[in-house]
């Protein structure tokens, strides 16, 4: 029997926990651009919905709310700008009105004005402030905390850079070939790759505008991502998977994230319990800043040596979640995001943190799956007339696809044959270069051993951009003007 603590039954192991989101009565909202990140959510939690910009489903999606209004509104530079747009909107407010106040809310981005704008809802933001992620984000910062935590970082200094010679002279001793980090960004924006002072100037204004940046010694290696969970009891640690960097069939950014695998040789046990063990000391670290839930590593592992480093912090939901949280050990357990969600329940639970993290460390609870990450590589812009449904798809022998049934996430994908599509660009977007298009989640590999590009998922990348039909626009300067101004921003 579960004692009771304050008036509350303590939740007692899993089966408990399960039990308790099953029988959930209190709103709960993913409210971001698409439902990606958390796909499968509201098979968890009861009452759990999605609040979307994008309808990447049509309508067919049971859970997922898009307002069919378009409100007057200015471009979208970020996901935080479209949240806002959301929370603003008469028709979302309207249906959470419908639905009860004093809801919870969880979002991908969000910053100050979310936080009010949600408050003003009814929703509590189940997510530490904007201001400690914020700060947390800056790469300078993540790589103080790492230090702190007793996790090891490529060589690096950290410093303002005002010219080439200063650059030179502070990162002497990194070498020649170096990468500078910004603070804040997208990895395929904001990570430079300098070797000469030609490198340097394509990139001086980026790097010079910054109080401070992150300069590391370049390193042949391997990038993998982690996600975890701050518990009270504890961080709780998934498996370590590989990343797709800087495919250009995926994406146009030298540095850009375009992926994961996740399987259960991915790399060494030595490599995998390094990782954890970083992941379990910096998750007890983000504790004792004052963080608790969700939150992903980059590590990047050298090659020669297989020395383990901490690459980056991510403080939220990724774009990798939707793997960590349909994988086995997750379907078998919970998934790592009902953990965050029980932080933010006011409910008493006891877990064994030590226990579960044994269990998805086992290669038994560790199935194989991919996602791609598909971007508009070229540099034009197109508007698009056909786009392809949001579902599962099949190639056949000769390698075109076809549209098989709808579904709205990766567990349908029966064989190596199909593969779950989640589709962004909708008919009548733009397509720019770096504009996202879509995911392709299946089964099995998408690298080789060496970690290139397999046929197999070029033949897919290729069949999937084939089925969008896009045609040059006729105002084309206009919008090519208004196009630079919105700018690329990570949709996932």
């Not at 106040?101 to 009814?122: C, I, Q, R, S, V």
């Not at 030298?254 to 991915?266: L, M, T, V």
């Not at 549209?403 to 190596?416: I, K, L, P, Y």
């Amino acid at each position: 029997m579960s004692k009771k603590k304050k008036g509350k039954k303590v939740l007692k192991g899993i089966s408990d926990i399960r039990r308790f989101f099953y029988k959930n009565e209190t709103p709960i909202y993913f409210i971001s651009a698409t439902n990606f990140n958390l796909l499968g959510a509201d098979e968890w939690v009861k009452g759990f919905k999605f609040i979307c910009y994008i309808e990447c489903f049509d309508g067919l999606h049971p859970n997922v709310f898009s307002p069919k209004e378009e409100m007057p509104h200015e471009e979208f530079q970020s996901i935080e700008d479209i949240n806002n747009y959301l929370l603003e909107h008469k028709e979302v407010v309207e249906f959470l009105e419908s639905r009860g106040k004093k809801g919870k809310g969880l979002f991908l981005m969000f910053d100050e004005k979310t936080e009010k704008l949600a408050k003003m809802n009814g929703l509590e933001v189940c997510f530490p402030s904007a201001q400690m992620r914020t700060s947390m984000d800056n790469k300078v910062n993540t790589n103080r905390i790492a230090e702190k935590a007793g996790v090891p970082c490529v060589p690096n200094v950290l410093t303002p850079i005002k010219n080439y010679k200063q650059l030179k002279k502070v990162a002497k001793k990194l070498g020649d070939d170096l990468v500078i980090q910004t603070p804040f960004g997208d990895s395929g924006h904001t990570t430079f790759f300098i070797s000469s002072e030609e490198d340097f100037l394509k990139y001086e204004q980026e790097i010079i505008e910054e109080k401070e940046v992150k300069v590391m010694k370049r390193i042949d290696c391997r990038g993998s991502a982690i996600e975890a969970c701050v518990t009270r009891h504890g961080t709780i640690v998934a498996p370590l998977m590989t990343e797709l960097v800087g495919f250009k069939e995926l994406t146009p950014y030298k540095g850009g994230w375009c992926g994961n695998e996740i399987y259960s040789d991915a790399f060494t046990p030595q490599i995998r319990k390094k990782a954890r063990r970083y992941t379990r000391l910096f998750g007890d670290q983000l504790r004792k800043e004052g963080y608790k839930g969700y939150f992903e590593l980059d590590f990047l592992i050298e090659e020669k040596t297989n020395k383990v480093y901490l690459g980056e912090l991510n403080p939220r939901i990724t774009g990798a979640s939707s793997i960590t949280n349909h994988a086995v050990f997750a379907l078998a357990d919970a998934p790592l995001f009902i953990f965050h969600l029980l932080e933010w329940m006011n409910q008493p639970y006891e877990i064994s943190v030590d226990s579960i993290n044994k269990r998805w460390f086992k290669a038994e609870n560790i199935d194989d799956w991919g996602q791609l990450v598909i971007k508009h590589t070229e540099d034009n812009l197109k508007v698009i007339r056909q786009a392809p449904r949001s579902g599962i798809w099949v190639m056949e022998e000769d390698g075109s696809i076809r549209f098989d049934r709808m579904d709205t996430h990766r567990r349908a994908v029966e064989a190596d044959n199909e593969a779950f599509f989640l589709r962004i660009a909708r008919k009548d977007d733009y397509l720019y270069e770096g504009a996202d298009i879509g995911i392709l989640v299946m089964r099995g590999r998408l690298m080789t051993r060496d970690f290139k590009l397999k046929d197999r998922a070029r033949k897919w990348i290729d069949a999937i951009k084939g089925e969008f039909k896009a045609v040059t626009p006729r105002n084309i300067k206009t919008m090519e003007q208004k196009v630079a101004e919105i700018g690329g921003f990570k949709m996932m």
